[in-house]
């Protein structure tokens, strides 16, 4: 059973344009979320969190809001840029839990 | 470069046999995560240590074992391989046993069973 859900596979957008990815989670005891970003050959790096005690996280061009009413985040990127080209996770924690629940990723390609 | 080394990078065996996974973690870092990624799937979570403690176990089926060393360093065994199990896995590694911290991942290790 999926708990994190990132329904798009991919997404292409023109350079300096605004990349929007989204996902949506169905574990209402999941109070932290997290954004993974992922190079081929790599293994992810983090890129940014927010905790369920806010609704936006902002840090340089990318910023995260969370709508916990609807449990949907999403991952705000502006500009894009080409070096923003990979693939995406978004994950989330319960409180007091030890684990990562991951969803399956969103390819972003971006378009000089 | 996160820090963290896992080997081998790729792994090619054959059914039925036995593999082990390494995963050296960031100098300092006392949590060891393990992750399974088959293919068009998210991070499945396997298996925390902290500290040489297991903190949490995931969906790691019982032919799949791990420990971490006095040394911090990891390692998942994989037994009875099925064709299924191809995939890679990842190790990820963080200073604190609380999974919201960041976790600095290894480039993963891929496994073809044949």
């Known amino acids: 059973d999926q708990q994190v859900k990132q329904n798009s596979p991919s997404l292409s957008v023109q350079e300096g344009r605004i990349s929007i990815l989204n996902c949506d989670y169905t574990?209402?005891?999941?109070?932290?979320f997290l954004w993974y970003k992922k190079y081929p050959a790599e293994g992810p790096t983090f890129l940014i969190s927010?905790?369920?005690?806010?609704d936006k996280n902002e840090d340089g061009r990318f910023t995260v809001f969370l709508n916990k009413s609807a449990k949907h985040l999403s991952l705000h990127i502006v500009p894009s840029q080409p070096g923003d080209s990979a693939v995406y996770f978004c994950?989330?924690?319960?409180?007091?839990?030890?684990?990562?629940?991951f969803g399956t990723g969103t390819r972003l390609t971006v378009i000089p | 470069d996160s820090g963290v080394t896992q080997t081998p990078k790729h792994l090619i065996t054959a059914t039925g046999q036995r593999v082990t996974l390494r995963c050296s973690p960031r100098?300092?870092?006392?949590?060891v995560y393990w992750y399974q990624q088959s293919l068009d799937q998210g991070l499945q979570f396997l298996i925390h240590?902290?500290?040489?403690?297991?903190?949490a176990k995931g969906n790691i089926l019982e032919r799949f074992s791990a420990q971490q060393f006095p040394d911090l360093h990891s390692e998942l065994n994989l037994s009875s391989l099925e064709l299924g199990d191809s995939a890679l896995y990842f190790c990820?590694?963080?200073?604190?046993?609380?999974?919201?911290?960041?976790?600095?991942f290894g480039q993963g290790t891929r496994l073809t069973v044949v």
């Open positions: 240590y902290y500290n040489g403690e297991e903190r």
């Open positions: 574990n209402s005891m999941f109070d932290y």
């Open positions: 994950a989330a924690s319960a409180l007091g839990a030890n684990n990562l629940f």
């Open positions: 927010i905790s369920s005690i806010k």
């Open positions: 100098s300092g870092d006392l949590s």
């Open positions: 990820a590694s963080s200073a604190q046993p609380d999974p919201n911290t960041e976790a600095f």
